[in-house]
């Protein structure tokens, strides 16, 4: 079966360099490429982190491209407490020598999705949806070269990360998400009601660092500074590893539950922006926009992760 063309958006961040790596690692991926957004951190930290991680992967030919600096209409809102003052603390990782790709993250999705066969390209999205909805803003023509857009992002039953109502991928830029579950592509989204019944374990990052290889303890030094955050502030013995939901979902989707259902994003009110409006129960009328995602098989989940950063050097 040929590879399946996909373009990861990202904000890195120790859960992204996890997807990211999960995806370097399988070649049921052709990864085109990585577009980097502000959101964890500014961008001049997080397309720096992209770019370690793929020199980490061993994989210094991909293309990396710096989007957008900050949201559509709101100030920036980065998670330093959460990430660290690099985004990527937790192990040393040395500067990147692969350089950074002179174009603009919108302009290149643009330019690469017109190139492509209708459905052609999955967006795998783990950060602030800003660079995406610019390019929908920019070319709308490019919707249906989109095979589909698997997102980190949203809650519902679970609430929010960044506020009660939000998360964090959302709350940073509502408005761009708005921009994306209005489209029409079809949307698969990982939310906090899915990303928080899959915590990480001390054996399970005990196990990579036992893998004996670079990426293994390196991934076991980030997810031991990240969880810290999360198993405080919730009280549990680890911490959810959100954005390698996407990558996993596309590998293995029968480890995934979930349904159809309208989502709608407030960008009104302060007390609730960025909030998912998850009509689970169908109650509104409006039509479904979105796959929503609330089931994970978890012990399948980490096996997959921990096999595949296995094949890393
Ligand atoms: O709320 C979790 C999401 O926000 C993850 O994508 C994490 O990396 C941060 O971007
Ligand atoms: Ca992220």
Same mark, same amino acid.
């Given at each position: 079966?040929?590879?399946?063309?996909?373009?990861?958006?990202?904000?890195?961040?120790?859960?992204?360099?996890?997807?990211?790596? #999960?995806?370097? =690692?399988? @070649?049921?991926?052709?990864? !085109?490429?990585?577009?980097?957004?502000?959101? +964890? &951190?500014?961008?001049? %930290?997080?397309?720096?982190?992209?770019?370690?991680?793929?020199?980490?992967?061993?994989?210094?030919?991909?293309?990396?491209?710096?989007?957008?600096?900050?949201?559509?209409?709101?100030?920036?809102?980065?998670?330093?407490?959460?990430?660290?003052?690099?985004?990527?603390?937790?192990?040393?990782?040395?500067?990147?020598?692969?350089?950074?790709?002179?174009?603009?993250?919108?302009?290149?999705?643009?330019?690469? #999705?017109?190139? =492509?066969? @209708?459905?052609?390209?999955? !967006?795998?999205?783990?950060?602030?949806?800003? +660079? &995406?909805?610019?390019? %929908?803003?920019?070319?709308?023509?490019?919707?249906?070269?989109?095979?589909?857009?698997?997102?980190?992002?949203?809650?519902?039953?679970?609430?929010?990360?960044?506020?009660?109502?939000?998360?964090?991928?959302?709350?940073?830029?509502?408005?761009?998400?708005?921009?994306?579950?209005?489209?029409?592509?079809?949307?698969?989204?990982?939310?906090?009601?899915?990303?928080?019944?899959?915590?990480?374990?001390?054996?399970?990052?005990?196990?990579?660092?036992?893998?004996?290889?670079?990426?293994?303890?390196?991934?076991?030094?980030?997810?031991?500074?990240?969880?810290?955050?999360?198993?405080?502030?919730?009280?549990?013995?680890?911490?959810?590893?959100?954005?390698?939901?996407?990558?996993?979902?596309?590998?293995?989707?029968?480890?995934?539950?979930?349904?159809?259902?309208?989502?709608?994003?407030?960008?009104?009110?302060?007390?609730?922006?960025?909030?998912?409006?998850?009509?689970?129960?169908?109650?509104?009328?409006?039509?479904?926009?979105?796959?929503?995602?609330?089931?994970?098989?978890?012990?399948?989940?980490?096996?997959?992760?921990?096999?595949?950063?296995?094949?890393?050097?």
């Amino acid at each position: 079966m040929a590879p399946r063309p996909i373009i990861i958006d990202t904000d890195p961040g120790q859960d992204d360099a996890i997807a990211i790596l #999960l995806a370097l =690692a399988s @070649p049921e991926f052709d990864v !085109l490429g990585i577009t980097v957004v502000a959101g +964890n &951190v500014p961008l001049k %930290l997080t397309e720096m982190n992209a770019r370690k991680i793929c020199e980490l992967a061993g994989k210094p030919e991909t293309k990396v491209f710096a989007g957008c600096a900050r949201p559509m209409m709101r100030s920036l809102v980065t998670a330093e407490e959460v990430h660290g003052k690099t985004g990527l603390d937790g192990p040393e990782l040395p500067d990147p020598a692969m350089a950074l790709q002179d174009q603009h993250a919108v302009d290149w999705l643009v330019e690469t #999705l017109r190139a =492509a066969a @209708p459905g052609g390209i999955t !967006l795998c999205t783990l950060g602030p949806l800003t +660079n &995406v909805a610019a390019a %929908l803003v920019k070319a709308p023509d490019i919707a249906g070269k989109i095979a589909e857009i698997v997102m980190m992002g949203g809650g519902f039953f679970e609430g929010g990360n960044v506020t009660p109502a939000a998360e964090f991928n959302i709350y940073v830029d509502p408005h761009a998400a708005h921009v994306v579950l209005s489209s029409g592509v079809k949307i698969t989204m990982h939310p906090l009601d899915v990303t928080h019944k899959a915590l990480m374990t001390r054996t399970w990052i005990d196990s990579l660092k036992a893998l004996g290889n670079r990426t293994g303890a390196a991934a076991a030094a980030m997810l031991d500074f990240y969880e810290r955050f999360d198993m405080e502030k919730y009280g549990e013995d680890g911490g959810p590893l959100h954005d390698p939901c996407v990558m996993a979902f596309l590998l293995q989707p029968d480890l995934f539950q979930g349904k159809d259902c309208n989502v709608q994003v407030e960008t009104g009110s302060e007390l609730t922006m960025g909030m998912t409006v998850v009509d689970w129960w169908g109650v509104s009328g409006r039509p479904a926009n979105c796959h929503v995602i609330n089931q994970i098989d978890a012990a399948g989940f980490y096996s997959l992760i921990h096999d595949r950063l296995a094949r890393l050097p």
